[in-house]
């Protein structure tokens, strides 16, 4: 079946610009993480959504950053006034609510290059 | 809170040598490791797993195994292949909350 997708694939903006980044998760997984993966911090969590509950957005950087997830389906994470530091490969990850180890599979990523 | 140490890198083998990453961990629950993998130009894959303490973790030949003792759960290939050169991450997750807490990762590099 499907994986996780996630688009754009690749991204360029100017600094100060505005950003979203979409993530289609496997279809029947109920949970939806964001991730950040830059040279300086390696693989950080940024966001967490779970079914209907309200997201765990504890690994948020700051409060440019933001997500949502629509229908419990695609999310997307929106950087506002982007700057250089935000340069990262960005990636979501899916897990089933049978799973009993939370097993994540994720997308193959957005890099965000900020100018 | 939990964190994840892992040896730092690079490795450079010869093909056909023998491979250890150490991981060690520190969590407040019972958490559940991984080792993911990325390859060249790839996303993030699930190389191999654990779950309670002793258990082994085995896939594509490479293997791990769940020391609650010494918190370690250290990634071994008895014979790697230039197809392993990749990017290892170790990782832990507290299955009552779901995020995956990673180490630094290791480049592994594999040459004929």
């Known amino acids: 079946g499907a994986g996780v997708s996630q688009s754009p694939s690749n991204k360029v903006t100017e600094k100060g610009k505005d950003v979203e980044l979409r993530c289609d998760p496997i279809s029947g997984h109920t949970a939806l993480y964001w991730y950040r993966q830059s040279l300086g911090q390696g693989l950080e969590f940024l966001i967490y959504?779970?079914?209907?509950?309200?997201?765990?957005k504890s690994g948020l950087p700051s409060d440019r950053f933001s997500a949502e997830r629509t229908g419990g389906s695609v999310s997307t994470l929106t950087i506002q006034r982007t700057q250089q530091e935000d340069s990262a490969v960005y990636l979501c990850?899916?897990?089933?609510?049978?799973?009993?180890?939370?097993?994540?599979?994720f997308g193959p990523g957005t890099r965000l290059t900020v100018l | 809170g939990n964190s994840v140490t892992q040896m730092e890198g690079p490795v450079t083998l010869s093909e056909e040598a023998f491979l250890t990453i150490n991981c060690t961990y520190t969590a407040t629950g019972y958490p559940s490791l991984f080792w993911y993998v990325q390859y060249p130009g790839e996303g993030l894959q699930l190389l191999l797993k654990?779950?309670?303490?002793?258990d082994k973790g085995s896939n594509k030949g490479f293997e791990a195994t769940y020391r609650k003792e010494t918190t370690s759960f250290h990634l071994e290939k008895g014979s790697v292949q230039v197809s392993d050169s990749a990017v290892y991450f170790c990782?832990?997750?507290?299955?009552?909350?779901?995020?995956?807490?990673f180490g630094q990762g290791t480049i592994l590099t594999v040459h004929p």
């Open positions: 990782a832990l997750v507290d299955t009552s909350y779901g995020k995956l807490t």
């Open positions: 990850a899916s897990s089933h609510p049978d799973s009993s180890y939370n097993e994540q599979f």
């Open positions: 654990a779950t309670k303490a002793d």
């Open positions: 959504f779970q079914g209907n509950s309200a997201p765990d």
